[in-house]
């Protein structure tokens, strides 16, 4: 879930006082200064992840990370929920360093191109901005940097026992990372077939071989049982989705409430060439022109040196970074001249810039040792390397802190809270949209915040899972059907609809909000009731009452204690704040 964390938490107070986990690279000692830019409580993109027990996050589910952030809720003793699960995603940004700094490391030969490997990502704005707050694209960086460095330690094992364990450790982490983010499915594709490839070569392939490697690719799946146990014990207050069937659980699986193959809804986006040429105006960004110049020597340096050992590797990372740049700019059908789509995007550009970094590092080995042949003096040059990877890591970081320090920004939090509290005892919010819908939920659900109130999701309303499953967890709202439709009706199934006015004449009694807006689609309000503004909400009242806008202001004027500055942006978070 996209919520930060609190900067005056103990565990974060030792960070920045110099007390740092211990750790094998000197990259990953580099990557402690995110500790001091894990954020204050704030929700920035749509939230996946409702940190309460039981929960099965939206399609695909993520079941892995699901279970991890529930892991870190029980073991870590410090903070909010929402702070040991930064804490953890943290921790993974970190653990992506050392990965790459031995993959690049032990491709080039060399110190300074896996520290500059893992120093040109793990700094970038993206990578960065991901790893101080909770979500799946930390846990992807990681796997995939794990798959390669498997990948490049098969490549120079020396005994087929070692390739033997090799290939089984890396099948059981291709499905495992599989139960995070789908997107690592077009590596695996690739890197599959090279590692059969050489084993066949090498006359390791048996019977036996396959059947393990099954087993192990198997097993690396099994944290997708989690989601239909979870659906059938159905305690989570807030989940997504009936996995209790065999068509629920492919359904969620594959994605289809969105569109298999597809990052959204909608019909039409930005098209191939377009997404493609921004992401590499992006890549230029984030990684600097030199890194992309760089990777783009060691393609050619030692992409076709016929004495290079590890070059089939080399090829196969970038058959692996053109495969999936292509492919996800095929299928990223979100219309990019929005910021607030280019927010969505880009963050799948992660998984892209890893390979990009690990060439970078190649790249910097290949030409310094051009350099070296043709001028001599090799200390001399040793130290111009090195002292050209500070720069560049220190440039990155000089770029990026101040974007991604978010440790004093809590205007979300701010904002939940706030609204939160202005609302009367036993009252009902109708939620629409990713701001207050995670906002709110994650501060009733999992920090306990007014329990009296109920949350009612719009658009879940919409789908045949949602009242069966959940509306048990909302005794205080009548629902006088099982799924919202503007069009009244009883399907052949035993499905009844009913449309908003029939919802809310159910329940006249009660105070019922709507944050933020009502659905378009779904006029029949209209006739028999009004928005009153509440706020940044609003509250439907019967039509039959009068409305004073003078009492009315008096009544509402003091709801908030809202200290943000009116119209102030965060381009970090690609939206200006709500008043």
């Keep these: 879930m ?29 990557r402690g200064c995110g500790w001091t830019t894990l954020a204050a409580p704030i929700f920035w993109k749509p939230s996946r992840f409702y940190l309460s027990s039981g929960v099965v996050a939206h399609p695909p589910g993520y079941p892995l990370f699901t279970i991890l952030a529930r892991l870190a809720m029980i073991i870590l003793p410090l903070g909010s929920p929402v702070f040991r699960v930064n804490v953890l995603n943290a921790l993974l940004g970190a653990a992506t360093a050392p990965l790459l700094f031995e993959t690049a490391g032990r491709l080039s030969n060399s110190y300074s191109g896996g520290i500059l490997a893992a120093g040109l990502f793990c700094f970038s704005r993206l990578a960065w901005q991901w790893s101080v707050a909770a979500e799946v694209f930390t846990l992807n960086n990681f796997f995939v940097s794990l798959l390669m460095v498997l990948t490049v330690r098969f490549c120079t094992a020396a005994t087929a026992q070692e390739r033997s364990k090799l290939s089984l450790l890396g099948a059981f982490i291709c499905g495992l990372s599989l139960c995070n983010q789908h997107t690592i499915v077009l590596y695996v594709m690739c890197i599959v077939p090279w ?64 569109g298999t193959f597809n990052l959204a809804k909608s019909e039409s986006g930005s098209g191939l060439l377009q997404v493609l040429s921004f992401q590499m105006a992006q890549m230029k960004n984030e990684l600097s022109t030199i890194g992309a110049i760089l990777a783009l020597t060691a393609i050619t340096l030692q992409g076709f040196k016929r004495n290079f050992a590890q070059r089939s590797v080399l090829w196969l990372f970038t058959i692996m970074l053109c495969s999936y740049s292509l492919f996800f ?128 999701d719009q658009e879940m309303m919409t789908y045949n899972w949602y009242l069966p499953k959940l509306a048990k967890h909302l ?105």
Excluded at 424 to 439: E, F, K, Q, Y
Excluded at 557 to 579: A, D, F, I
Aim: net charge positive; hydrophobic share 40%.
């Design 2 to 30: 996209n919520v930060l964390l609190n900067p005056r938490a103990s565990l974060l107070s030792r960070a920045q006082s110099g007390s740092q986990p211990q750790v094998s690279s000197p990259v990953v000692r580099e």
């Design 195 to 258: 590692v059969l490839f050489r084993l066949q070569r090498e006359k390791e392939m048996s019977v036996r071989a396959i059947p393990r490697l099954g087993l192990c690719f198997g097993a690396g799946l099994l944290p997708y049982l989690y989601l239909p146990i979870s659906s059938y014990l159905n305690r989570a207050r807030w989940s997504w989705g009936d996995q209790t069937t065999l068509r629920g659980f492919t359904t969620h699986l594959l994605r289809e409430e969105y």
């Design 329 to 456: 700019s095929w299928r990223a059908n979100l219309d990019i001249s929005k910021p607030l789509f280019v927010g969505v995007v880009e963050r799948f550009w992660l998984q892209s810039n890893l390979v990009v970094c690990v060439l970078a590092g190649c790249g910097l080995a290949s030409v310094s040792s051009v350099l070296r042949r043709i001028m001599g003096n090799k200390a001399l040059w040793c130290w111009a390397e090195w002292l050209f990877v500070i720069s560049l890591i220190a440039f990155q970081i000089h770029l990026n802190y101040r974007i991604c320090d978010q440790s004093n920004n809590g205007v979300v939090d701010k904002f939940a809270r706030n609204l939160l509290g202005s609302l009367p005892p036993n009252a009902t919010i109708l939620v629409r949209g990713d701001l207050p819908g995670n906002s709110l939920r994650y501060l009733h659900y999992c920090e306990g915040q007014r329990p009296d109130v109920s949350l009612v």
């Design 475 to 579: 005794p205080r709202v009548h629902f006088p059907g099982n799924r919202w439709n503007p069009i009244i009706q009883e399907d052949s199934a035993g499905t009844v609809t009913f449309n908003l006015h029939h919802l809310l004449n159910e329940n006249r009694d009660k105070e019922i909000f709507v944050c933020i807006g009502l659905h378009e689609g779904d006029p029949s309000w209209k006739h028999s009731y009004s928005l009153w503004p509440w706020g940044v909400c609003e509250k439907l009242v019967h039509s039959t009452s009068q409305f004073s806008p003078e009492s009315w202001i008096q009544h509402t004027k003091n709801m908030y204690n809202w200290t943000e500055e009116y119209g102030r942006k965060y381009p970090e978070l690609q939206h200006s704040v709500v008043k």
